[in-house]
Each structure stands twice: as structure tokens, then as C-alpha cells.
């Protein structure tokens, strides 16, 4: 059995080889700590506690918007003055707030301790303290540690620190199991788990899992799947317990999709037969709903910069599914296990740049001057200003936008812009 893909998308006609632009100038980049949003949503007994300042706690409160919860799962323990001068034992502070969030939380299985860009500048040892503070509150509670500070990090990697953290401490199997990997909304999930199961696919295990009751073991039978293309240090920390990793383009639009689901089955020796019946019906809803929303972009050129760490299958669903021409495709890193199938699949022309030196950049993107700029928020306004139609990278991962069902959906995302710009122009023209 082979990957199901059109006969254009020979290896040889893609971008893996491209040589590769490596930048390492001034960075756009969004703090590490946003994706304590998702994460907190997706992880049922799970905290998150920002050891940081004020201007952590006002992101998170921002990023999270006007969500209001009974009880909300994150929080910030905020470093006052007094603690970055060294003049107050940071440590037992810590113990001390979180002793108080655990009595009044008994619904607290997990707790992640968050390092910010304060706690990191005085230097207070977060891993210790998950250490220290697992002891003092095992087995109900579970401490891990890993940084969200936004200095060296792209918004996304915070998932990435935060599994990566997890794996470790993850039980040891021999079971031949599949570990799909990387936080999906609960709706989209299901439809993956029932896309597996239907295939006979199993047993199926999520990483991060709704409770902490189901977290999966791990072990050198373990074979793993990425559903999001951040993951580079859980990739590594899950190969380092031995387990593998199917590579595979990355389940984004109809082609993505069924390449991810076929690589998966390959892997588990699913007939053709069974693969066909199960993807028949959504394939042909997810082409129909692509179509729809696909006219706008046909034709159209696209720049991405490098921010969400989602631009290289993003670009492959835009050139490949949609009709649209990338002139460059940025992306914060370049990881060729997990980029390279998606690189496979797209036509060799654009630039692929790695890292940023954001002047130069723009210089790049005003001579292309694309139909559509893919960028952080910041980014965003100012191209805006100079008459440039652009997506907000972040909305990307706020959206569910994986597996069939939501294919149109994503390529709606970057219709509308385009969609909007045209309107506004006729208006004016009118
Ligand atoms: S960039 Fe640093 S200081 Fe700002 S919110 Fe993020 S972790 Fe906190």
C-alpha cells in the first residue's frame, strides 16, 4: 500500500530540497504563554500556574478573552518587587500558594508550574520546585514545569514545552499501541478516533488526554502520529522512550487529511478496501466544502511569515487544494521528520525561510507585494495600513481546522480576507 496522493505530487517535484533561507536577525514573535488557553481547555483536571508578573496575567487574561469560569484553570502567582530584588524567598512563596490552590481545588490532578520571562531572569528553579512539589503532593496531584516565557519562544511552543514535560513521566508499555499527538477540540477528536476506529485502528491513545486518568504509556512499540506541526521537542522526548514516529503530512484540508489517515493505516496494514469505504463520504464532503470556499483564493499569491509554526501544511493545503501560488513560506523552524512530507508536497518555486530578520522581510514581502500575507498580530496592522489583505496566523490555531469536516472552514479562513477586501473595493468603486 503507498500514500494516496496524485502522480503531480512526486517527491521530486517538491520543496524538500530546497535550499533553505536561514534568518537569525529581530523576531515578531508572540509570547509562549497563550497556549495555556487551549491547553487549559483541553486538559480537564489540569492547572496552570504562571510564575510571572502582572504583564503575564493581563496576557493571559487578554488571550483568554471574555471566557468567564466558575473556576477557572489557570491562574498567575505573581513575583512582586520584593521577589525579583532576592529579598524574598521565592521558593516558599511558591509552596505556600500553591499548598493554598490545592486545598481549595480538590479537582486538581495536574499542575503545571509556567515559567515566564521573570521567573527566568532571577533564575528560580521551576524544575526543583515541580520536584519538591510533587513530593509534598503526590499521588493526588502530579507537578510538572516547563517555559512559556516569550523572549526566545513562538506562541505555539508552549503546547510543545508543556507535552514535551509530560513525556517523561509518562508509565512504561511493551503494548503495540497508536499515540496521536498534539491537543485538538474535543469535536474534532471524535471525529479522528472514529475515523481510526472505523478502520479498526487501535487502541487509540491522545496525548495531552482529556484527564489525567488516561494518560498514555509509552514504549518501543509505541508508534506515534503528529496532529500539529510545533511538536519538535515532544517528538524527540517521545523518540527518546523509544517509541516511532509516522511521518506523514500533517491532517489539514482533504489531500492532508488522507495522506495523515493513509500513513496511519499503512502503519496498522489496513486494506485498501476498508480505507476507501471509511474516507469515501467525508473526502467528498471535505472536496465539496473546499470548492466552496476555494474560489476566491484560485489564482491568488500568498506570503507567509514565519509565526503559528503551522505555514509549511498550511501552504501545501493553500497550493495544493486551493489553488493558490506561495511566494515565500516562512516558519519559525524547520524540522525535516516532521516538515519533510508536507515539503514533498509542495511545487518547487517559493522561498522557504527559516527564523526571521523581520526588516528584510518585509522588504521581501512589499517587492512580491501577495495577494495574502499570513502574519502575527503584530504584523498585521501595519501591513494592513499599507493596503495588504492579511490572516492572523493565531486564528489558526484557535479555529478548528483539522481532519475532514473542517476543511472548508479552513479554507474559509482565508477566503474572507480576500473576500472582504473585493466588497470594500466595489463599495468604493461604486
Ligand atoms: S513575554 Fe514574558 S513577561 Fe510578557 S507575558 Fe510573556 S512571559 Fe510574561
Not at 498514555?216 to 511538536?231: C, R, S
Not at 517521545?238 to 492532508?256: D, N, S, W
Request: aromatic share 6%; charged share 20%.
Amino acid at each position: 500500500m503507498s500514500l494516496d496522493l496524485p502522480a503531480t505530487l512526486a517527491k521530486s517535484t517538491g520543496c524538500r530540497d530546497t535550499p533553505v533561507l536561514k534568518e537569525r536577525g529581530q523576531r515578531e514573535v508572540f509570547c509562549g504563554l497563550t497556549g495555556i488557553i487551549w491547553l487549559h481547555r483541553k486538559m480537564q483536571d489540569a492547572f496552570f500556574l504562571v510564575v510571572g508578573s502582572r504583564t503575564c496575567a493581563h496576557l493571559l487574561q487578554a488571550a483568554a478573552g471574555v471566557m468567564i469560569f466558575a473556576e477557572p484553570r489557570f491562574g498567575t502567582a505573581i513575583l512582586e518587587e520584593k521577589d525579583l530584588a532576592g529579598l524574598a524567598d521565592a521558593n516558599a512563596e511558591l509552596d505556600r500558594e500553591v499548598q493554598r490552590l490545592l486545598s481549595r481545588r480538590p479537582d486538581i490532578k495536574q499542575l503545571f508550574l509556567v515559567g515566564s520571562c521573570p521567573s527566568e531572569v532571577i533564575k528560580l528553579d521551576l524544575a526543583r520546585a515541580a520536584e519538591r512539589l510533587s513530593g509534598l503532593h503526590s499521588p493526588h496531584v502530579r507537578v510538572y514545569n516547563y517555559s512559556g516565557s516569550g523572549i526566545e519562544t513562538t506562541f505555539t511552543q508552549g503546547e510543545d514545552a508543556c507535552l514535551a514535560a509530560m513525556v517523561p513521566t509518562l508509565a512504561s508499555t511493551t503494548a503495540r499501541e497508536l499515540l496521536v499527538v498534539g491537543a485538538l477540540p474535543d469535536v474534532v477528536e471524535d471525529q479522528c478516533l472514529a475515523l481510526l476506529s472505523a478502520m479498526g485502528i487501535g487502541p487509540v491513545r491522545m496525548l495531552p488526554a482529556r484527564r489525567s486518568g488516561d494518560l498514555p504509556a509509552v514504549g518501543a512499540n509505541t508508534v506515534f502520529a503528529l496532529v500539529q506541526p510545533f511538536l519538535n521537542d515532544t517528538h524527540a522526548a517521545l523518540t527518546r522512550r523509544g517509541a516511532t514516529h509516522i511521518a506523514a503530512p500533517f491532517p489539514f484540508g482533504e489531500a492532508g487529511t488522507t495522506a495523515w489517515l493513509r500513513a496511519v493505516a499503512t502503519e496498522f496494514g489496513v486494506d485498501d478496501a476498508t480505507f476507501d469505504r471509511v474516507t469515501a463520504a467525508p473526502r467528498a464532503r471535505a472536496l465539496k466544502a473546499i470548492a466552496t470556499q476555494s474560489a476566491e483564493l484560485v489564482g491568488k499569491s500568498v506570503f507567509f511569515f514565519p509565526d503559528s509554526q503551522l505555514e509549511i501544511p498550511l501552504a501545501r493545503f493553500l497550493t495544493r487544494e486551493c489553488g493558490m501560488t506561495a511566494i515565500e513560506i516562512g516558519t519559525p523552524y524547520l524540522h525535516d521528520a516532521i516538515h519533510g512530507p508536507d515539503l514533498d508536497l509542495i511545487a518547487k518555486g517559493p522561498t522557504i525561510s527559516e527564523g526571521q530578520d523581520v526588516e528584510k522581510q518585509l522588504d521581501r514581502q512589499h517587492a512580491a507585494n501577495p495577494d495574502l500575507t499570513v502574519c502575527g498580530l503584530g504584523l498585521a496592522n501595519p501591513l494592513e495600513a499599507k493596503g495588504h489583505t492579511t490572516k492572523w496566523a493565531i486564528e489558526l490555531v484557535f479555529t478548528p481546522v483539522h481532519f475532514y469536516e473542517q476543511a472548508g472552514d479552513l479554507a474559509g479562513l482565508f477566503s474572507r480576507p480576500l473576500r472582504r477586501k473585493a466588497l470594500l473595493q466595489a463599495g468604493a468603486n461604486a
